[in-house]
């Protein structure tokens, strides 16, 4: 019997809801918000006209002012290496932190793993917002833990410790741990630990074997954790907003203050151009090395 293969069946129709999904949530507002950063601020209609007729003769019209104000302007590239150098340590302080917890995960028993994954899992069944809040008042100058230090003669004085680099910091580290713990823990609990043991038999100390085997083969949940939690972070808005100070310059405030305070949609949209090209960057090297990784199996 012929078997008959309509073109939206199986695999194809798989890849095509995602597809049109991704077309829809993404690739058309970055359109629209891409056309609207050629267009002049001073316009009353932010989208402006690229295409005029004429004569027959139909122009193209393209603002580039609006980029070199940004390459421009110290402000902007400031901004930028400052939410670059904040994700960055955020990042870092995720890996350090959140490698002990996925690894104890993944040579945890087999019962008690359903358990541990449903604790580092439990923050997101709380308002994201009300747990930054919290930090308020953990980090306030009266707050828990300056109080704590003063009752235990620690300090004399409370720290000022909110709207400040520490503060931004540990709240975007406690926000963003799990998206480091997840994809570690997935890659090190299918790990061979036959592997271990053969190193074990060859004179590897236990340093010796986490370090040459351990790290090495779970370097894709390093990568994919790194990605989770850097992307993001580098376009956080809420987190320095609570808990950031005037030292903690980040892009995606620098965007509201375009949007809603002065007005300027043009300029917005070019920051928010530039800010996605950043992010893509990694996320193409991401890609470039799991293709290797495919290659090479």
Same mark, same amino acid.
């Given at each position: ?158 720290l000022h410790l909110m709207n400040t680099p520490f503060s931004l910091i540990i709240g975007m580290t406690y926000a963003y741990l799990p998206f480091m713990i997840l994809p570690l823990y997935a890659n090190l609990v299918k790990m ?17 074997? %986490?370090?040459?085997?351990?790290? @090495? #083969? ?8 790194? *990605? !989770?939690?850097?992307? +993001? ?26 949007? %809603?305070?002065?007005?300027?949609? @043009? #300029? ?8 996605? *090209? !950043?992010?893509?960057? +990694? ?15």
């Open positions: 019997m012929k078997r008959f293969n309509h073109p939206l069946t199986g695999r194809r129709f798989v890849i095509a809801v995602p597809a049109l999904w991704l077309t829809f949530a993404f690739l058309v507002p970055f359109l629209i918000v891409l056309r609207i950063s050629f267009a002049d601020a001073d316009v009353g209609d932010p989208f402006g006209t690229l295409l005029t007729m004429a004569d027959g003769v139909m122009t193209l019209k393209v603002k580039l002012s609006n980029y070199l104000f940004i390459l421009q302007d110290d402000l902007y590239v400031l901004t930028y290496l400052s939410s670059l150098k904040f994700a960055a340590i955020n990042t870092a302080l995720c890996l350090v932190i959140g490698y002990p917890f996925a690894y104890f995960m993944a040579r945890a028993r087999p019962a008690i793993r359903p358990v541990l994954l449903m604790l580092v899992m439990m923050p997101f069944w709380t308002s994201f917002l009300l747990r930054i809040y919290a930090w308020k008042g953990i980090l306030a100058n009266n707050g828990i833990l300056n109080n704590f230090l003063i009752a235990i003669g620690a300090i004399g004085e409370p061979d630990v036959r592997f271990l043991e053969a190193a074990a038999d060859l004179g590897a100390t236990p340093f010796q074997a %986490f370090w040459r085997v351990t790290v @090495p #083969l779970s370097k894709s949940g390093i990568i994919a954790g790194s *990605m !989770l939690v850097f992307i +993001p972070s580098v376009g956080e808005y809420v987190i320095p907003e609570l808990l950031g100070g005037p030292e903690t310059l980040m892009i995606g405030r620098q965007l509201w203050d375009e949007f %809603f305070t002065n007005n300027d949609w @043009p #300029l917005a949209s070019a920051v928010t151009v530039v800010v996605i *090209m !950043l992010i893509l960057v +990694p996320m193409a090297i991401f890609n470039k090395y799991k293709a290797e990784q495919e290659d090479q199996r």
